[in-house]
């Protein structure tokens, strides 16, 4: 059986981009900084108890999947900007964008009685698409629970994002990827993997983050699941990466849609919250959602 290379915490983005790039995937051992685990759990149990199971094959009849993590918990505001990772798709995303940018936040809890769920790359989130030879994503899923095989533990085909698009993993090319809670799996957007089986007798949670390049569709809308209202409270690498801001030259900008010459017209994101906006009022974004509840628009 292959297996998946173990890092370090004090891995370096290099080090991290280097293995992915062989094998399409890795794990940092016990990467969360101390206390961040409890805080994790604290802040996202209550949510991922309220989270009804999947309705089909690929999301899980025995899974939930818990979202809008950006703006739930703070413990996960941290992750998404976790300096190694932040590093990694610089050096592994930065090639083929101007931006990347959050694509998910999803608590995965996989049931006692889940089976396997399907093979599959994430990159086909985009459709086929995309050419072969551009890597949209980078993805990780930070151990909440340990994860081992018999509890659901991701199962990757190492090597398999440079395979030809036909060929099928057999069971001799899969691993599981086994860690300790804290710990965090890292993979390609192209690599084959597929969440485990569940026969423990007890939940395995992960806590997936991905990144996209900043000119593609994000999986989870994080200008619906995280609003300017709650964004604005967040450092400015993270309303970035949300997606407060250009995604190139011309990607991304909005006119705020008010009265004849009371607004800007072509306004980057990012200004929602520098404040410099404010020639034209206090809170442009409140000044449009203000306005269209009275009906005034
Ligand atoms: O939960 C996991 O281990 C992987 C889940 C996954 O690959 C997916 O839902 O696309």
């Known amino acids: 059986m292959p297996e998946l290379a173990h890092l370090s915490a004090d891995a370096t983005s290099a080090e991290i981009c280097a293995v992915l790039d062989r094998d399409g995937a890795l794990i940092i ?36 999947r818990t979202g809008a993590l950006a703006a739930r918990s703070a413990a996960c505001r941290d992750l998404i900007t976790d300096t190694r990772l932040m590093g990694a ?15 998910l936040t999803q608590l995965i809890r996989i049931k006692d009685g889940q089976g396997r769920q399907p093979l599959h790359r994430d990159r ?6 995309l050419r072969g030879d551009i890597e949209p994503q980078l993805n990780t899923i930070w151990a909440v629970t340990d994860f081992v095989e018999a509890n659901g533990a991701t199962c990757v085909v190492p ?11 057999t069971s001799d090319d899969i691993c599981f990827a086994e860690m300790r809670a804290g710990s965090v799996l890292v993979y390609s957007g ?15 949670m992960g806590l997936n983050i991905t990144y996209c390049l900043g000119w593609l569709r994000q999986e989870e809308n994080q200008y619906l699941s995280c609003p300017p209202e ?9 309303q970035q990466l949300l997606g407060y801001a250009m995604g190139s030259y011309a990607l991304g900008y909005f006119t705020p849609p008010l009265p004849p ?27 449009v959602s203000d306005r269209a509840s009275a009906g005034a628009l």
């Open 89 to 103: 798709c610089d050096i592994f995303l930065k090639p083929f964008c101007d931006r990347y940018q959050l694509h």
């Open 29 to 64: 051992d016990d990467a969360m900084a101390p206390g961040l685990l409890d805080r994790l759990r604290v802040e996202i149990l209550p949510y991922v108890e309220a989270t009804p199971v999947g309705m089909d094959e690929f999301t899980g009849r025995h899974t939930t």
């Open 261 to 287: 010459g009371e607004g800007p017209e072509i306004v980057p994101p990012e200004w929602l919250f520098s404040g410099k906006a404010q020639s034209w009022g206090e809170d442009l974004y409140a000044q």
């Open 159 to 169: 090597g398999s994002h440079r395979w030809d698009e036909g060929r099928e993993a």
């Open 124 to 129: 086909l989130a985009w459709g086929g698409f």
């Open 230 to 238: 709650i964004a604005r409270a967040f450092s400015a690498e993270l």
């Open 190 to 204: 192209s690599v084959i993997h597929a969440g485990g089986a569940n026969r423990s007798g007890a939940d395995r």
